[in-house]
């Protein structure tokens, strides 16, 4: 009989920790694109209205309420909030805000379009208040899970290699991967999740300086900004596939897929894409990757940190049966807009959560739309 597992729980955090090593204060709900550009933080808000429409989408969910002013005139209001993934994972539902009810929203407003905020918090109508990262169920389990027993799960497939199927959870808890900075330090000064940035060319610089966050994130046209910073992102659950030919890497975050191909060798011909073209081989217990053939992109979405068509990329999966862990260390280099390398590692733990679709629905609106 297949023993139960194990599952451990880990708190989430809030999105505000991470964004704070850029910005001093930003609201939990904006970290993904940083708050900062898209709303005016110093300045506090509180609206009262009826809910018309509850989004509860990823990658940021957004509450629709209607504000009748003095004339009886209703004003559409929708307001913003976390992911979807780490709303449930505090117990959040699509039945948190039902159409009819009443809520009083505080927080902060929108830059560039009327009528629109980030939550910081929100009262229900029976006067009971929420942070906008609190556990509203009781009951909601807090926070990702992890398995720390895999039962009779094999630490090998039957050809020897190592077992590194299944889904996975980042370990460094949500936002790790945001990628802040330019070159936010000299090579080999780690900055979040253990990543070292490359300090830039001229070129790399000019690319930065033309870069805005409110209109150029990646992000705001549901699209990843790198396959090494996606991959943790915000502890969305990753699948891995394994055959004796290839291995597939489903990205939590974003839908995003690579297919890495085993004892194989790039061709002559690649048609450029987000993700490369990817080959790897067993090294002893380590899968060594290589990925060429990239499209040009950026590092640090918040930033604008590029990278070039000629990027090169190694990383290295390293599979823990014991402590059922998943290392991955990479190394990148780009001589048209980097001096130095671009490296980092991070560390997921099978997770006892299924993967599911991110379906991503971006909803922000005027707000990130550049002006003509």
Request: proline share 8%.
């Amino acid at each position: 009989m297949r023993p139960a597992l194990t599952i451990l729980s880990c708190r989430a955090g809030s999105f505000a920790f991470a964004a704070a090593l850029l910005f001093s204060v930003v609201p939990p709900a904006a970290a993904h694109h940083s708050g900062a550009p898209h709303y005016d933080l110093e300045k506090k808000i509180t609206v009262k209205g009826t809910v018309t429409k509850f989004e509860f989408v990823n990658p940021h969910s957004y509450v629709f309420f209607d504000v009748t002013g003095a004339d009886g005139k209703k004003t559409p209001w929708r307001c913003e909030l976390a992911a979807r993934v780490s709303l449930a994972r505090n117990g959040w539902t699509q039945e948190t805000f039902a159409p009819g009810t009443t809520i009083t929203v505080k927080g902060s407003p929108a830059r560039r379009e009327d009528n629109v905020c980030v939550m910081s918090s929100w009262v229900r109508e029976d006067g009971k208040e929420f942070s906008a990262r609190d556990t509203v169920t009781p009951e909601a389990p807090r926070g990702p899970q992890f398995l720390t027993d895999a039962g009779n799960r094999p630490a090998r497939l039957p050809n020897g290699q190592p077992n590194i199927a299944g889904n996975w959870l980042s370990v460094g808890g949500p936002g790790g991967a945001l990628g802040f900075g330019r070159t936010v330090a000299a090579p080999g000064v780690a900055v979040r999740g253990g990543v070292n940035y490359p300090q830039l060319t001229p070129a790399g610089e000019a690319i930065v300086a033309k870069y805005d966050p409110r209109y150029d994130d990646p992000t705001l046209r549901c699209a990843i900004s790198n396959i090494f910073l996606a991959w943790p992102y915000d502890q969305h659950v990753n699948m891995i596939t394994q055959t004796d030919k290839e291995i597939v890497l489903t990205y939590g975050f974003m839908d995003f897929v690579r297919t890495i191909r085993l004892n194989s060798q790039h061709p002559k011909t690649i048609k450029p894409s987000l993700g490369g073209d990817s080959i790897g081989r067993w090294d002893g217990d380590t899968l060594v990757v290589d990925t060429v053939g990239f499209t040009s992109g950026t590092l640090a979405h918040l930033v604008g940190t590029p990278f070039s068509d000629k990027m090169h990329a190694e990383e290295r999966f390293v599979f823990d049966p014991r402590a059922l862990t998943l290392t991955r260390s990479y190394t990148a280099q780009d001589p048209v807009y980097w001096k130095t390398e671009f490296t980092g590692s991070d560390v997921l733990r099978l997770s006892a959560e299924p993967h599911v679709a991110y379906g991503c629905k971006e909803l922000s609106g005027k707000n990130n739309v550049r002006p003509n």
